[in-house]
């Protein structure tokens, strides 16, 4: 049984910091390319960050500079740590794990920026 277990959502204030994890079990973790989405209300979602199995990474423009995402292939964990954090950064951040057709979502994990 594949899970992808998302932790670390909050809340903060504009300018804070939140570091997100992506617990993965169920799958052959390192081949799977990890990524971040995220879901505000009334709005679709959309790729936040994604890395491949080869550590190639990719952003979105409006948290480039501000986002970083790594990944542990040891500890089955990919992350997202979040800086400089917006108010328009408040959403549902899903976790993904894709490989050819296998395309798993975690829960979800909420993100509040709100002074």
């Known amino acids: 049984q594949v899970q992808l277990v998302e932790s670390g959502g909050g809340q903060v204030q504009p300018g804070g910091s939140l570091r997100l994890s992506c617990a993965a079990s169920?799958?052959?973790?390192?081949?799977?390319?990890m990524g971040w989405y995220r879901q505000a209300p009334g709005k679709q979602r959309e790729l936040v960050a994604d890395i491949t199995s080869s550590l190639i990474t990719n952003y979105a423009d409006s948290v480039k500079g501000r986002f970083t995402i790594s990944r542990i292939n040891g500890w089955k964990t990919v992350y997202l740590q979040m800086t400089n954090l917006k108010t328009e950064d408040t959403a549902v951040y899903y976790c993904n794990a894709a490989l050819s057709t296998a395309v798993y979502w975690g829960q979800g994990t909420q993100v509040t920026v709100s002074a």
């Open positions: 169920g799958i052959n973790f390192s081949f799977f390319n």
